[in-house]
């Protein structure tokens, strides 16, 4: 039995037995668990191996080209999981990242066209020659500006007319979704130019999400904007009383979800080297499955980019793991059910754990 130790002011103690281990150390067993068990299926029903390398090569244990598939194809949800983890956070609900990216895509890829496509005049011009050919900061920056839009205008009416988050971003999910498919009348948008294509070229979008986890990793961890987003989805009454600007700091965490949302439609309009109005669709219940995956609590003030990316890998493996066994699409969207589903329970059941000091 561990002997409890003496701590701080007033001989107050604490029993060592009864320290935690990171709620992400829970999600990463759970991804190595469902690595094992894909890894089982494999040698049962198909007779190789899902991650190890079976070629015979000397070079590489494992099977590069499906983490190179994995990790790709969670990569851009990715962007919009770290904004939506920080929303999640402090408290909030963000439903409109999916359609934000169809409808940036859309507005960024119209001023990223080449004019000219084989000697002839691109087919699919969005707003004319003239909006053709142009320097590539300027669809970035466009593209950026509309999700920083609607990001704002989301924390606004979110923390200047309380409306529920829940409503708020509904709205600018169906507002969205309208701008994308009116912008040309669903048409696609297509051709971009060379180096507008870099953001999806190869690795490229991982390399982003890698970097952007990394970014808000250490200012949700070492930042006042992280303290106090931490807070505010802890307990905002206490929060606000304790001197924290409630209302702008919301406005700034969904300014931040919608310009990384931005971020994402950029690259995957350059990764699709096309835009189209349905684009983006699901994502934003895609990003909420990975960060409550990941441990991030939906009543607020609690959780991590860390888990988050962690519970984009375990995505990454099912979706993998599934077409490794030829398994139909549909049979994803169930298991991704259940998942969210059982990750929820957990939570729910960990804070009546806390509250009642077990």
Known sequence: MATPQTHGVGGLTFDTSKRRWPNEMNVLIALVIIVGIFELLGQLMMGQSFLF???????????????????????????????????IISGGIDLSSGSVVGATAMIAMSFAQMGLVNGNPNPTLALGPWATDLPVIVPVAIGLSCGLFAGVINGALIAYTRIPPFIATLGMMVTARGISKWWTAGKPISFPTESYRVFGDGLMPVFIFVALAILFHLILRYTVYGKHTYAIGSNEDAARMSGIKVGRHKVLVYTIAGMLAGIAAIVLSSKNLTAQAGMGTMYELDAIAMAVIGGVSLSGGRGSILGTVIGSLIFGVIISGFTFLRLDAYYQEMVKGGIIVAAVVLDQWRQRRAAYGA
């Open 53 to 87: 390398n079976s070629s015979g090569r000397s070079d590489s244990i494992f099977n590069e080209q499906r983490l190179r598939i994995i990790v790709l194809q969670v990569s851009i949800v990715g962007i919009i999981a770290i904004g939506v983890t920080q929303v």
